[in-house]
């Protein structure tokens, strides 16, 4: 059983920078393909960013420039680093480990912005 733990997430001004963390158990990390997704309200859960297990990256054109994925096979985590957040940026993001046919969830974390 994978557990995914995200943590980060919170309110910030339009320009502002905000950096997701998410804590994964389990053996099977280093080898997997990480990535972030995000849900507003009355919005199908969409892809933000991906990352392979050699470090190979996959934005969304909504983030290009503005957000940077990256994993830490040590510490079992991977980040979001989101600079420059807008307001259509709000939603709940969600941390995901796909590996095979596993495809595992964190609980998501909120990320607000005003502008």
């Known amino acids: 059983q994978v557990q995914l733990v995200e943590s980060g997430g919170g309110l910030v001004q339009a320009g502002g920078s905000l950096r997701l963390s998410c804590a994964a158990s389990g053996s099977i990390f280093s080898i997997s393909v990480m990535g972030w997704y995000r849900q507003a309200p009355g919005n199908q859960r969409e892809l933000v960013a991906l990352?392979?297990?050699?470090?190979?990256?996959h934005y969304a054109d909504s983030v290009k420039g503005r957000f940077t994925i990256s994993r830490e096979n040590a510490k079992n985590t991977v980040y979001l680093q989101m600079n420059s957040l807008k307001p259509e940026d709000t939603a709940v993001y969600y941390c995901?480990?796909?590996?095979?046919?596993?495809?595992?969830w964190g609980q998501g974390t909120q990320v607000t912005v005003s502008s």
């Open positions: 990352i392979s297990s050699d470090g190979n990256t």
């Open positions: 995901n480990l796909a590996f095979g046919p596993r495809y595992d």
